[in-house]
């Protein structure tokens, strides 16, 4: 059994509100959407018409990493249905309560690439900022489950120290912003990052690693694109999609502001057994992803992080699913299959 408690429970919306600058924006519809998430599995069960007999196994899971699914997500599961693809990245289940071999709390060993407080700095050329600690959707297969946010929510002050290592190496050409959700985050406490960022001669893009315009679309309102707009910086978002059921009109919609904006779309997929672990799943994601102007970017293997071991497939089966991919899709629409590993100076091909 695992007995440690995610950090994730220690921390509240509360911590994302208030890091970047004390003082709260009045709330917009994505805020209050955000903050109205399903948090309890029996309201999640319920809601869903599922059996009442999953409830000690979500509650199970529950108590390791909170539930939480937005409204705008619940509406894309089917009802009765308790093997849809979409609710399998949501439900709390007992299996993660159990211990596996090789499945870590860390399994990144991002704790040893942390020179400043919320920055991360594994890659050449490239940091990654944690901007905000929450998520709007809590993904059960999150190498990030067990992070330690609260040390790492810098208030507005404290980002100095990360902006000064910014500021201090010209070697760094990009940045990050990662978290938890980066978008979960207010657009002022953004805006105010990112300009602080694009004040740094040497900063050339601007990365957003988000799932926020996927699970509740409204958050691409006009504030985000407004100060997406005023950046000089050159603008990535990579998306962060497992399966077409994810990618509805609303979905489509957000992501055609966001190409006006001149916002380049990317999308990376984790490989999940019971999600998308075949390949017409994966030939539909990438046909639908193209469809939404979105193209496919990395599918990753599973990162071993405890809690999760009842969605890894192997390598081997992993390698014979893209490889049969292939034969089904256009090289562009083609994700390329890596691994994260700790203490490589890139993602590691599989
Ligand atoms: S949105 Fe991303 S960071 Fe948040 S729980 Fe899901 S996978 Fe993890």
């Given at each position: 059994?695992?007995?440690?408690?995610?950090?994730?429970?220690?921390?509240?919306?509360m911590?994302?509100a208030?890091?970047?600058?004390?003082?709260?924006?009045?709330?917009?519809?994505?805020?209050?959407?955000?903050?109205?998430?399903?948090r309890?599995?029996?309201?999640?069960?319920?809601?869903?018409?599922?059996?009442?007999?999953?409830?000690?196994?979500?509650?199970?899971?529950?108590?390791?990493?909170?539930?939480?699914?937005p409204?705008?997500?619940?509406?894309?599961?089917?009802?009765?249905a308790?093997?849809?693809?979409?609710?399998?990245?949501?439900?709390?289940?007992?299996?993660?309560?159990?211990?596996?071999?090789?499945?870590?709390?860390?399994?990144?060993?991002?704790?040893?690439?942390?020179p400043?407080?919320?920055?991360?700095h594994?890659?050449?050329?490239?940091?990654?900022?944690?901007?905000?600690?929450?998520?709007?959707?809590?993904?059960?297969?999150?190498?990030?489950?067990?992070?330690?946010?609260?040390?790492?929510?810098?208030?507005?002050?404290?980002?100095?120290?990360?902006l000064?290592?910014?500021?201090?190496?010209?070697?760094?050409?990009?940045?990050?912003?990662?978290g938890?959700?980066?978008?979960?985050?207010?657009?002022?406490?953004l805006?105010?990052?990112?300009?602080?960022?694009?004040?740094?001669?040497?900063?050339?893009?601007?990365?957003?690693?988000?799932?926020?315009?996927?699970?509740?679309?409204?958050?691409?309102?006009?504030?985000?694109?407004?100060?997406?707009?005023?950046?000089?910086?050159?603008?990535?978002?990579?998306?962060h999609?497992?399966?077409?059921?994810?990618?509805?009109?609303?979905?489509?919609?957000?992501?055609?502001?966001?190409?006006?904006?001149?916002?380049?779309?990317?999308?990376?997929?984790?490989?999940?057994?019971?999600?998308?672990?075949?390949?017409?799943?994966?030939?539909?994601?990438?046909?639908?992803?193209?469809?939404?102007?979105?193209?496919?970017?990395?599918?990753?293997?599973l990162?071993?992080?405890?809690?999760?071991?009842?969605?890894?497939v192997?390598?081997?089966?992993?390698?014979?699913?893209?490889?049969?991919l292939?034969?089904?899709?256009?090289?562009?629409?083609?994700?390329?299959?890596?691994?994260?590993?700790?203490?490589?100076?890139?993602?590691?091909?599989?």
């Amino acid at each position: 059994m695992i007995t440690r408690r995610s950090p994730f429970l220690q921390e509240n919306m509360m911590i994302a509100a208030a890091r970047l600058e004390p003082g709260a924006d009045a709330a917009a519809p994505w805020q209050r959407q955000l903050s109205g998430a399903i948090r309890d599995p029996r309201q999640l069960l319920e809601r869903l018409g599922l059996d009442a007999r999953l409830l000690d196994g979500a509650r199970a899971g529950h108590v390791l990493f909170e539930v939480r699914v937005p409204e705008a997500y619940l509406a894309r599961i089917a009802r009765q249905a308790p093997d849809d693809p979409l609710l399998r990245q949501v439900l709390p289940l007992e299996e993660e309560t159990r211990s596996a071999e090789g499945y870590v709390l860390d399994p990144l060993e991002e704790a040893q690439h942390r020179p400043a407080r919320g920055l991360i700095h594994k890659y050449a050329g490239r940091v990654l900022l944690i901007a905000s600690p929450a998520c709007a959707v809590n993904c059960r297969y999150c190498f990030r489950r067990h992070f330690p946010y609260a040390d790492n929510s810098p208030s507005r002050a404290q980002w100095q120290e990360a902006l000064d290592y910014l500021r201090g190496d010209d070697s760094i050409h990009e940045a990050i912003l990662s978290g938890g959700d980066p978008l979960a985050a207010s657009d002022r406490q953004l805006g105010w990052l990112v300009g602080e960022l694009e004040a740094i001669p040497h900063l050339k893009r601007l990365r957003i690693h988000t799932r926020l315009p996927v699970v509740i679309p409204d958050r691409v309102d006009d504030a985000l694109l407004g100060w997406i707009n005023a950046t000089r910086l050159q603008k990535v978002m990579v998306l962060h999609i497992n399966h077409a059921n994810e990618i509805d009109q609303t979905v489509v919609d957000a992501c055609t502001r966001l190409k006006k904006a001149g916002v380049t779309l990317l999308n990376q997929s984790v490989l999940l057994r019971g999600v998308n672990d075949n390949v017409a799943t994966l030939a539909a994601l990438s046909e639908r992803l193209f469809e939404a102007g979105i193209l496919p970017y990395y599918l990753h293997v599973l990162d071993p992080v405890q809690g999760a071991a009842h969605f890894d497939v192997p390598d081997d089966e992993a390698r014979t699913l893209v490889s049969r991919l292939r034969s089904h899709l256009p090289g562009f629409l083609m994700p390329r299959l890596v691994r994260e590993v700790s203490g490589e100076a890139s993602k590691t091909p599989l």
